[in-house]
């Protein structure tokens, strides 16, 4: 069964340091999403991006997020200088088509910003 | 007024017992009604995804919509232990793309 997968499981960084996350959706997905829950809150969406641009952010996704599609199956979320408070998981999800499709999740990124 | 809307529980029912979860949302316009079971530190899982108003059945999981009260459900029959989890409600709202999702239900099935 085709799944979203995400690396790594976990990633440790200090205060300040660029992180890059990654993921690969499911491969004739067309909506790609990342989300991030912090310990004991809800999921909260950052961002979503189809056609090889972002099609809609939060508030949360500011200056220091981006997201990249470099080579047709890879999606990643770059922090550019981390910040205690973007300790989380973060989640990369797939949707096949605009209308009546599911969005699938992968396992998750844990980041540790110290 | 939040825009997707779920009691946080804990909501404790006997094994074999009907679980009954309740989620609310604010946009009329909203379309896509989705449920996902959260374990601990893992991620979303899709049980359950409905569009038209009315129940949909899934094995042992029953989404019901009514988009006149804004209002979606999700019952699970023959609770097991195994089905104790967080249960995420989420909804795209207005005419995006973008999931959002309620705080979740905290389910917890007693032997």
């Known amino acids: 069964e085709p799944e979203v997968t995400q690396t790594p499981s976990h990633q440790v960084t200090q205060m300040g340091q660029e992180v890059i996350l990654r993921c690969v959706p499911i491969?004739?997905?067309?909506?790609f999403y990342w989300y991030r829950q912090i310990l004991g809150q809800k999921v909260e969406f950052l961002v979503s991006?189809?056609?090889?641009?972002?099609?809609?952010k939060s508030e949360i996704f500011d200056d220091q997020f981006s997201v990249e599609r470099p080579d047709g199956s890879n999606f990643t979320l770059k922090i550019r200088s981390t910040k205690l408070e973007d300790s989380a998981m973060y989640f990369c999800?797939?949707?096949?088509?605009?209308?009546?499709?599911?969005?699938?999740f992968g396992q998750g990124t844990r980041l540790t910003v110290v | 007024q939040k825009e997707v809307e779920q009691n946080s529980g804990p909501l404790s029912v006997p094994e074999g017992a009907i679980a009954s979860l309740n989620c609310t949302y604010s946009?009329?316009?909203?379309?896509?009604f989705f449920w996902y079971r959260q374990y601990s530190g893992k991620s979303p899982e899709l049980i359950m995804s409905?569009?038209?108003?009315g129940d949909k059945e899934d094995g042992r999981f029953t989404a019901q919509l009514n988009k006149a009260s804004q209002y979606v459900s999700l019952l699970i029959r023959d609770s097991q232990p195994s089905d104790s989890a967080t249960y995420l409600c989420?909804?795209?709202?207005?005419?995006?793309?973008?999931?959002?999702f309620g705080g979740g239900t905290r389910l917890m099935v007693k032997p």
């Open positions: 999800a797939s949707r096949g088509a605009k209308g009546n499709t599911e969005a699938f």
């Open positions: 491969s004739n997905h067309l909506y």
């Open positions: 991006f189809y056609n090889n641009e972002i099609s809609e």
């Open positions: 946009d009329r316009v909203s379309q896509s």
């Open positions: 409905i569009y038209s108003n």
């Open positions: 989420a909804v795209i709202l207005r005419a995006g793309n973008m999931l959002t």
